[in-house]
């Protein structure tokens, strides 16, 4: 026990505590909750965050080290964001050491400082020379984009000396996208990134938003948009449930446009940001001010820059995908999650297992301002969580621009003929919507050719050696690929057991496009799946020939599920509808409802009405029955009163022990241990009643046992009452971490999983 003042500081150990070290570090700087400084630890030296300050130790005076130095003039996290780092570090039982590793951008982690110079893109002397042989030839973009920064600098006196080059901002503005022209003109060594002392953040000018541009808003967008901005000054969560069409992104832009006159910023998170161009478009159209974008495709130092936009306020706005929920944000004035169902927004691999949109929630209570969960087809807990009357629910029922909501019917596959995976039924209904002008858009949950490679003969099935899955068949390519664990092999043309031709089995993208150029000779047709977007520019390129009606029919999987706007989408066909129904994961026909509600939204968002139709095994499914009869609510109400009679959640609250081993009976083995000791655990005298109402189920293999060569089964943790199973994992989880057996398996904590195999 020692009575010096000690600063408590996270550090990048997994070790679930504070280190304390004396405030008082050389330079006599005072340290503040927030801030950066680099300690000793053991031999090493690393950096850490000061969390909190204290007027004394646990530890004796002699063995307190003192601070070595202090990394920041001012806080790099607010009181509010500081509070929701140990918030989350306690909730999912997680080092907070960890949790700040996915809170900030890598470089500040290393030391970079936080308000550094701007980058500016500034073309070099051979870049100059470049530029005056009319080089480069064959990439327009690069092009345009040494054109820019060479007018910009046309020789050695630079006009702007002090403003040289072009900002993030300014190309933001002239190009989009940039970044991958840049880079390519930087490894060629015609384009440098220097950095600039920029002028002081301009103080936010309350008229910044610029004048509201964009659309009337009807009634119903009018009251959503009131309920938000009368709590701008206080914490409320909001669910802004609108059909898909109805306009929820122009809600989203009128909040955030008062949040802006008010001098306040907004954090706005989206489920991927490649998939949806046309969101972060429309916030870059309708506001002059610099914008943040956060995302996974970004460099470290790219990320760094961006941080830096929200950090120093130039940033009014912080768009970003999930660990974006942490990026700072000058005098926070609203949060939106965008799509808030989506499943992206929970981390469920690697280390700190996270659900962005709780924690965004957890934020906006925190900082004390409102929240908006947008979504056509909200999650279940966010319903309950409304009929609970914890957040208010505003309702968007009607489509904005006009577009009345298309009409949707089942094609049973059973009494219908089929071509490669098409029913009869769904080729007419395409040849008729192509005919009346339209476009279609034709969904299948699974890329590649065929999902099966089947010799006739003998009946062998090519299989993944290392996960127990079948390989998908690749035809274009000629490859066999394992789409869990990336075994990637030649397409064989024999069995390579009795050496009889093989067959591929079933339907994949890929396949279906190829039916379709037979069936519509002549219709130009795309696919949009992992296999043809593979860089940034190909999601965009695809949505510029759809806009355009060069394309006529879109084939893809999830991917075009996703927000996009194709007015001129009259039929959505979804190929399989099944896959959701059968899984042993009870989230699992949540999942499917929202994909053919959000698919169907596709259709008929312009004026002409849309149609959409669902081919299926199983027409009387009580589910699908519900979800066509009445609507995403009807479904999502059955759903529910499934759940509470099966005591899920939102029912119920859970935890995930997930293992992996080389061996099932490694993974199977350290699972029957650790559920003995929660036994014990739950058993002892020592403990109240509440631990008799934590349950425990498994473990058991997980419904793929292998992948990627690891065997993965899990043991879940149940309890109706939040409270009692974080008590139980807070006494469970370090008698874990001293089992024996848990060496030899990779083991990790989900709290509030979304897949429990
Ligand atoms: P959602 O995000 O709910 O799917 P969007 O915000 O993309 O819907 O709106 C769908 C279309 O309706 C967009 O083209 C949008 O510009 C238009 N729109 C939105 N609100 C209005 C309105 N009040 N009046 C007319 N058109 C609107
Ligand atoms: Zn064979
Ligand atoms: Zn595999």
Redesign the pocket.
């Known amino acids: 026990m020692s009575t010096v003042p000690v600063v408590r500081v996270a550090l990048p150990t997994p070790l679930k505590r504070l280190f304390d070290y004396r405030a008082d570090p050389a330079g006599g700087c005072a340290i503040e909750p927030g801030m950066r400084v680099r300690v000793p630890f053991g031999r090493q030296r690393l950096i850490g965050v000061a969390i909190e300050l204290a007027a004394g130790s646990e530890l004796p005076e002699e063995r307190l080290k003192p601070v070595l130095q202090r990394l920041d003039l001012q806080p790099i996290f607010d009181p509010a964001t500081l509070t929701l780092l140990a918030w989350a570090a306690d909730y999912y039982h997680h080092p907070i050491g960890e949790v700040l590793a996915t809170a900030l951008p890598k470089a500040l982690r290393l030391g970079a400082a936080v308000d550094a110079a701007e980058a500016r893109w500034v073309v070099t002397p051979q870049g100059r020379e470049a530029y005056a042989r009319g080089e480069p030839r064959r990439a327009p973009r690069q092009g345009q984009l040494l054109a820019a920064l060479a007018a910009r600098d046309p020789g050695a006196a630079d006009p702007n000396p002090s403003d040289p080059g072009l900002s993030v901002a300014d190309l933001d503005a002239r190009f989009q996208p940039w970044r991958d022209a840049a880079r390519a003109l930087v490894a060629r060594g015609w384009v440098n990134v220097i950095e600039v002392r920029p002028a002081a953040a301009p103080a936010p000018a309350p008229d910044s938003a610029g004048p509201s541009q964009?659309?009337?808003?009807?009634d119903e967008?009018r009251v959503a948009i009131e309920r938000v901005c009368e709590s701008l000054d206080a914490f409320g969560g909001f669910v802004l449930h609108?059909?898909?069409?109805?306009?929820?992104?122009?809600v989203y832009l009128r909040v955030v446009e008062r949040a802006l006159r008010l001098g306040r910023s907004a954090l706005v998170l989206v489920p991927e940001i490649g998939l949806t161009p046309q969101l972060v478009g429309r916030f870059r159209q309708r506001f002059a001010v610099p914008m943040a974008v956060l995302h996974s495709a970004l460099t470290d130092n790219e990320r760094l820059l961006a941080w830096r936009e929200a950090f120093s306020g130039r940033a009014r706005i912080v768009l970003g995908t999930r660990s974006a929920v942490f990026a700072p944000a000058r005098n926070l004035g609203v949060i939106i999650v965008d799509e808030e169902h989506d499943t992206s927004f929970k981390q469920h691999e690697g280390g700190f297992r996270y659900s962005a949109r709780d924690l965004a929630v957890v934020r906006a209570q925190r900082a004390g301002v409102p929240v908006v969960l947008g979504s056509?087809t909200p999650g279940l807990e966010t319903l309950q969580n409304v009929a609970t009357g914890r957040y208010t629910r505003l309702l968007?029922t009607r489509?904005?621009?006009r577009?009345v909501p298309p009409r949707l019917s089942l094609i049973d596959l059973r009494s219908s003929a089929i071509h490669a995976g098409i029913s009869t039924p769904a080729v007419r209904a395409i040849e008729r919507h192509l005919e009346a002008g339209g476009q279609v858009l034709v969904f299948l949950n699974r890329r590649g050719y065929a999902p099966t490679l089947l010799c006739t003969a003998c009946g062998w099935i090519a299989p993944c050696r290392d996960c127990d899955a079948r390989l998908t068949v690749h035809l274009a390519a000629r490859r066999l690929r394992c789409h869990h664990c990336g075994a990637d092999t030649a397409l064989p043309e024999r069995c390579p057991q009795c050496g009889f031709a093989v067959k591929a089995v079933g339907q994949g993208t890929e396949r279906i496009e190829e039916a379709l150029a037979t069936l519509f000779p002549g219709i130009p047709c795309i696919r949009l799946d992992r296999d043809v977007v593979r860089r940034r520019g190909d999601m965009e390129d695809a949505m510029r020939r759809m806009a355009t009606g060069e394309a006529r029919i879109l084939v893809g999987t999830q991917m075009v599920t996703k927000?996009h706007?194709f007015?001129n989408v009259t039929l959505v066909v979804v190929l399989n509808a099944d896959q959701g129904f059968f899984s042993s994961d009870f989230r699992a026909p949540e999942r499917l409802a929202q994909t053919i509600v959000q698919v169907a939204?596709r259709a008929g968002?312009g004026e002409r009405a849309g149609e959409v139709l669902i081919q299926t095994e199983f027409p009387d499914h009580p589910l699908l029955r519900s979800l066509l009869a009445e609507g995403y609510d009807g479904f999502a109400r059955a759903a529910l009163t499934e759940r509470s009679q099966t005591s899920w959640p939102p029912f119920s609250r859970l935890a995930a022990l997930r293992g992996s081993a080389k061996t099932a009976e490694a993974a199977l083995e350290f699972l029957a241990e650790a559920r003995r000791v929660a036994d014990d655990l739950r058993g002892g005298r020592a403990q109240g009643a509440w631990a008799q109402r934590v349950r425990l189920l498994g473990p058991a293999p997980a419904a793929m046992a292998k992948r990627a060569g690891r065997h993965h089964a899990q043991l879940l943790v149940e309890s109706a009452e939040r409270a009692s199973l974080h008590r139980f994992l807070g006494l469970w989880l370090p008698a874990l971490e001293a089992l024996p057996s848990g060496r030899r398996v990779r083991w990790a904590l989900d709290v509030d999983p979304i897949e429990t195999f």
């Open positions: 964009g659309p009337e808003p009807n967008q609108g059909v898909t069409g109805s306009g929820k992104t122009e056509a968007l489509r904005a621009a577009a927000g706007d007015p939204g968002r």
